[in-house]
């Protein structure tokens, strides 16, 4: 992947080719961590909420017994 990377900012002609694409580099480098911060943070809510609702049905069942 670094390979076609660097293959293709040595293609550009001018500096401003050069920029454009160190620039899509980084907004695409900066969209995948947004997401996976994203994905991290709704998992862990997910989970909290899941192991809340399990406790509370274990714990309705052992009095409902």
């Known amino acids: 992947m670094l390979k076609k990377l660097f293959r293709r900012i040595k293609s550009q002609k001018g500096m401003s080719g050069v920029l454009v694409a160190l620039l899509l580099v980084m907004v695409g480098v900066g ?32 009095t409902s017994t």
């Open 31 to 62: 969209l995948v961590a947004g997401v996976k911060s994203f994905m991290d943070t709704q998992t862990g809510l997910i989970q909290t909420a899941a192991e809340t609702k399990i406790s509370e049905a274990i714990a309705d069942s052992n």
